[in-house]
């Protein structure tokens, strides 16, 4: 059976660049990005793991703690870091999980055979402080991902889990967000004092809210 949103996150224990890590244990409380790519010093995944590393402070302001798979065994990820920190100026220092034996792969369904028999596709899953699973993207291998689109989904679902806000299409942040329809005009009105612009008795927009 595969994962869908809201399933809780398996738990799982495995070989990483920082030691042995029990994901849950590594995640705390703080929110996760689990991310899979198809194999090491390979040139999409050499950008999109120096990418990741290079928004480390974007990911820290977020409480969100990162971690990649593949299922290439340790030591070759280890001279891969190298080779990533060189060419893409940065220091990977978000753990790696060496998935030999695809348990992890096989856990978040990350191997999809008509893609590859044996590589893990790019698939990304955001899982958050309750262990539930907030967002999946699966990219092909040829394909690398946007991880300022990454960040824009974590702050959105952030608002959410926060405030009774949505966001509409293609919002950055700082843009006004959604009233959720759960929230009537009434209630909504004492619960956004910065304001909400009905626009029609089902869209409704207000100012992001301030943090508490
Ligand atoms: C890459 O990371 O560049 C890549 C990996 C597998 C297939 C195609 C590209």
Redesign the pocket.
């Given at each position: 059976m595969s994962l869908r949103l809201g399933d809780i996150a398996p738990n799982f224990k495995a070989s990483t660049t920082a030691g042995e890590i029990d994901l849950y244990e590594f995640l705390g409380n703080s929110w996760g990005v689990l991310f899979s790519?198809?194999?090491d010093y390979?040139?999409?995944?050499?950008t999109e793991l120096g990418r990741t590393a290079l928004l480390k402070e974007e990911f820290a302001k977020r409480n969100v703690k990162v971690l990649a798979v593949s299922v290439d065994p340790l030591d070759k990820h280890r001279g891969w870091v190298n080779d990533i920190n060189e060419t893409q100026h940065c220091q990977v220092d978000f753990p790696i999980i060496a998935d030999e034996d695809r348990t992890v792969a096989n856990l978040y369904g990350m191997i999809h055979p008509n893609a590859s028999e044996t590589?893990t596709v790019r698939s990304l899953f955001v899982i958050g402080p309750d262990k539930k699973i907030k967002l999946m993207i699966t990219y092909p291998?040829?394909t690398g991902r946007n991880f300022h689109e990454v960040l824009r989904v974590i702050d959105s679902l952030q608002l959410t889990a926060n405030h009774s806000v949505a966001t509409p299409a293609d919002w950055k942040k700082g843009e006004d967000v959604i009233v959720v329809p759960a929230v009537s005009t009434e209630d909504a009105m004492k619960k956004f004092p910065k304001g909400v612009k009905v626009v029609k008795p089902y869209l409704r927009y207000t100012p992001i809210p301030d943090e508490a």
């Open positions: 790519h198809p194999a390979t040139p999409v995944c050499t590589f291998a040829s």
